[in-house]
């Protein structure tokens, strides 16, 4: 399952699901009442699959447009003016237009509620944990992706377990990550 707190309020979340095609259809009514979209991914596990290849994505991104928001404040642009233009250009991404990781831009990412959580840092550690896992069981060249598992272990390690994963942030800003 993938949409976090919000999704479950508003009935939006997203279903990677695994499973038999017979078992699939049995389920679909319920997941179609919580949920706006549902992918049969194939057998069982394989939603399992999805969900960590997405996480490792959002990881990835989160911290890339954290790093960049961090390197904008420090070449001296503004959080709204950086905002205007990446949300709008090649570096778009759900990381920029939905969770942005600053006070402003995005009036509902965790940014504005100092980063209480829709998806905890402990969350996404623990993704990313499985998501190692699987590199390592795979054989996979993803050095993004161990990267990114071992910043949100760190960060989950401290006051970031309980709060939103964005908030990656603050150890990026003071050097911790």
């Known amino acids: 399952m993938s949409g976090g707190v919000v999704g479950a309020e508003n009935g939006t979340l997203a279903f990677m699901v695994g499973g038999s095609d017979d078992d699939f259809s049995a389920a679909l009514p319920l997941l179609e009442a919580m949920g706006k979209r ?13 969900k960590v290849c997405n996480n490792m ?4 991104s989160q911290i890339a447009v ?17 905002f205007d233009v990446v949300s709008q250009a090649s570096g778009q991404c759900w990381s920029i237009t939905t969770n942005c990781p600053v006070p402003g831009p995005v009036p509902t990412s965790p940014a504005n509620r100092d980063y209480q959580p829709g998806f905890a840092g402990a969350l996404m550690a623990k993704d990313l944990g499985l998501a190692l896992q699987a590199i390592e069981q795979t054989s996979t060249d993803a050095q993004m992706g161990r990267l990114a598992q071992q910043l949100y272990a760190a960060f989950a390690s401290g006051d970031g377990a309980n709060r939103d994963f964005s908030g990656i942030i603050t150890d990026i800003r003071d050097g911790s990550a």
């Not at 549902?38 to 999805?50: E, N, S």
């Not at 994505?57 to 990835?60: F, Q």
């Open 38 to 50: 549902i992918v049969h991914c194939g057998g069982p596990g394989l939603g399992q699959a999805a």
């Open 57 to 60: 994505i959002l990881a990835v």
């Open 66 to 82: 954290a790093e960049a928001f961090v390197l904008g404040e420090r070449l001296g642009l503004e959080h709204q003016a950086l």
